[in-house]
């Protein structure tokens, strides 16, 4: 007994479609061993030399930073997301960093990378009264971390590879569609969010919401390629 030869019933364009021959991932899979070969590891420096034998920023992958309350989570994400953005400076490439900050309002956040750049205590100079100061010592020394404080402002606006959205709750549909507009213009390289927990996404129950975060943010990466 014969049987007919399958055939497709459409013609699939793999330009298109996500369904592809093997062949198509060999190909991919081969550039990567060519780099290895010439001593290139995968994906970007996060900056910190002892962080990248255990991380490294990888186009598509999706990243999640977990630890207890106030362990300096968003400080670590954004110092990485500052340091990826002097890197792509400083290649010359035109690539930006985006961040979606759902806990921190924009300034906040430019005041914290601040602080890190010139260790300030942001704290201090924030609640302490001027009228408090006694010795000229003290005075002085707040007059040189406001200067501090001023010079890394001149500097982080001078960061084009930056950009910040401090919208609340924002929806990982928005966050796509955002990034998509913003990728037609200027290449995004880097894709941060804090925090998954305040993404405006809706499940039955929390557990299914923030599972249904944390899958419609690695197909974000998946789908631009970040």
Request: charged letters at 25%; zero cysteines.
């Amino acid at each position: 007994m014969s049987h007919p030869q399958l055939k497709p019933t459409k013609t699939i364009d793999i330009f298109e479609s996500n369904l592809q021959p093997i062949g198509y991932f060999v190909l991919k899979a081969r550039k990567k061993l060519e780099k290895w070969k010439q001593g290139i590891p995968d994906g970007r420096s996060t900056g910190f030399k002892t962080l990248d034998p255990y991380l490294r920023l990888v186009e598509s992958e999706y990243t999640l930073i977990a630890a207890r309350p106030s362990m300096g989570k968003t400080s670590l994400a954004m110092q990485i997301a500052e340091r990826v953005s002097y890197q792509l400076r400083d290649e010359g490439d035109n690539g930006v960093v985006a961040i979606f900050s759902a806990e921190m309002a924009g300034d906040e956040l430019t005041i914290r990378m601040a602080a890190g750049i010139t260790g300030v205590n942001i704290h201090i100079l924030r609640n302490k009264p001027i009228s408090t100061y006694r010795s000229r010592v003290d005075i002085e020394k707040r007059e040189n971390d406001i200067r501090l404080v001023e010079d890394a402002f001149n500097d982080i606006e001078q960061n084009q590879h930056m950009w910040i959205d401090d919208g609340s709750g924002p929806t990982t549909k928005t966050m796509l569609d955002r990034l998509s507009e913003l990728n037609e213009i200027l290449p995004v390289r880097l894709m941060l969010f804090d925090f998954a927990e305040l993404g405006g996404d809706i499940g039955q129950s929390e557990e299914l919401r923030i599972g249904i975060i944390h899958k419609a943010l690695k197909a974000i990466a998946k789908t631009l390629n970040i």
